[in-house]
């Protein structure tokens, strides 16, 4: 069989199978075209068009400008978020845009403090890379205080046994 015989198959089983309300609705959605004179592919696109619209880049936005980072996300993952909830916004500048909420969104406060004082011209990469260091400066400095923490109640400990064995 040739693919002209195999479209033509194809579209007659999906013609067949689609169900009365589904095929008028398709033969109102070509109009003034008839289905059976159109390929499957453009049959397909009519229907995905009409049951799955595009969304609106209004609505995009207002979810994009509410994203804040969440508990226990890091901040590749809050960027990563944040582009796909960008997807649909339609923005003329994205990574001003994607910079701007980023900064705005970040939960910890001495990172975004210090990029408040950057240049405006500060480029979306460069936030990043600051966000991720900060992140793990935080995280290296709560590993060794979280040490040192434990090394004193250690010590404390010893003390405090030492002075009671020497008080009996």
């Known amino acids: ?33 008839v289905p059976a004179k159109l390929s499957l592919v453009d049959l397909m696109s009519a ?6 619209p595009a969304p609106k880049a209004i609505a995009e936005r207002y979810k994009f400008m509410g994203r804040k980072q969440l508990p226990g ?14 997807a ?9 845009r994607l910079r701007d909420q980023f900064i705005f969104g970040l939960r910890r406060e001495h990172a ?8 405006d011209s500060i480029k979306l990469k460069d936030v990043i890379t600051h966000a991720v260091a900060q992140e793990a400066a935080d995280a290296s400095t709560s590993l060794v205080r979280g040490q040192s923490e434990t090394m004193e109640t250690v010590n404390k400990v010893k003390r405090e046994s030492s002075r009671q064995q020497g008080a009996q």
């Open 88 to 96: 649909h916004c339609k923005f003329n500048d994205l990574d001003e």
């Open 47 to 52: 229907l995905s068009t009409h049951c799955t």
């Open 73 to 86: 996300e890091n901040v590749t993952q809050f960027i990563v978020e944040l582009r796909k909830l960008a």
């Open 112 to 119: 975004q403090r210090t990029l408040f004082t950057k240049a």
């Open 1 to 33: 069989m040739d693919s002209t015989k195999d479209e033509a198959k194809c579209k007659a089983i999906f013609l067949s199978s689609v169900g009365l309300p589904t095929y008028t609705l398709l033969k109102n959605l070509v109009s003034p075209n």
